[in-house]
C-alpha cells in the first residue's frame, strides 16, 4: 500500500492548494445568505434591533474574561474553543455535540461551512441555527459586521462552527467577537493558534489581524437577515462533497487502508472513485472554466491523484 499512501500526500497537498487559490467557499455566499442595506430607510429595523440587543444581552456584552480564549476538554465537542463567555467556536456538531452544548445552555448555532445546517437536530434540542458561509480566503468586511452584530444581538451563548472547527470558524469567532468588543484585538491570532489553524490559510490570520471594533451605531443601523440556511453556489457545495469524501479516505488511510472499524461502510476503493467523480463533475461546471487556468489544473492534479489512488486501491 506503500503507493496508496505517497498518492493520498499529493492528494491532501493539491487539495489545500486549491482551497489557498480560491475554491472551497469564497465570500460570494454571504451576498444571498444575508441581505444588508444602510442606515438609510432602516430607523425601525434600527429600533428593533437595538431593543433586542438591549434586552438579551444587557449583561453579557463585556471583554473576554481573563484566562479565555480556552480549550474546551469535552470529547463530545470537536476542537472547541472558548473566546468569550457568550461565544464558543468549533467543529460541525454531531447528536454527542448537540448534548454538550446544550448542557453548556447554547441558544444559537452560527455555521460558516458552505454544508446546509442539520436544522432538525438543532431544533430538537431547542437551538436556532442561522447559515452565514465564507470560505477559506478571508473574511470580507461585509461578512465580518454580520458576524459581529449576530456575536452582539443573538440569544447566547452561541456556538460557532465549521466542518473540523480548525480553520474558518475559529477565524470568523475571532473576528466576530473583536468586532462587537467581546475580545481584545491582540487576541484574535491567539484563537487561531489554540484552535490549530494552519498559518497556510494567509487569507484567515490576515482577516483576524485587521480585526477591529465596530462602532455600535454601525451595527445598529446594519439590517441583517440571519437565514437558518444560505444558498450556495455549485462550485461550493461540490467542493462540501469533496471534502468529505478526502474526511472518510483520511479515516481509511488511518486504519491501513482498510475499512475503519467506526465506519465499516465505507469501502475504499468506492470512496476513491466517489472523490474522482466529484474532481469530474467539479471540472465541467462554469463556475470551474470561469477560474484561473492555476486553479484548474490544481483540480485536474486532484482527479490524476484520485483515480490512480483507486486504482492502487482496487489492485
Known sequence: MSRAW?????????????ALLGGCSRNEPGQSAAKTNSAAGASDATAAAGAENEANNEAIIEPAAAGLPEKLADERLHNAVR?????????????????????????????VDGAQPDL??????????????????GISEERARELAKAVRDLDGP????????KHRSPAAAAVACVSAGLLEPGQSLAVLRMAGTSE?????????????RVDDALLDALVVEFPETADVPPMADAMVGVEHAHDHLTEIKEAGWLSPPSHPDLEPDHEALLLREHFTELLRTDDVTSQPEEFQ???????????????????
Open 83 to 111: 473566546l468569550h463567555k457568550k461565544v464558543i467556536s468549533g467543529g460541525m456538531p454531531d447528536e454527542a455535540s448537540f448534548q454538550a452544548l446544550q448542557e453548556l445552555g447554547v441558544k444559537t448555532i452560527i455555521s
Open 158 to 165: 452561541i456556538f460557532i462552527h465549521c466542518h473540523h472547527g
Open 297 to 315: 489544473q490544481l483540480l485536474r492534479e486532484s482527479e490524476t491523484a484520485a483515480r490512480q489512488l483507486e486504482e492502487a486501491l482496487r489492485d
Open 6 to 18: 505517497t498518492i493520498a500526500g499529493r492528494l491532501s497537498s493539491t487539495l489545500v492548494a486549491a
Open 120 to 137: 432538525e437536530l438543532a431544533h430538537r434540542y431547542g437551538m436556532r441555527y442561522v447559515h452565514l458561509p465564507h470560505g477559506y480566503d
Open 200 to 212: 497556510n490559510y494567509r487569507g484567515l490570520y490576515d482577516s483576524a489581524e485587521a480585526a477591529s
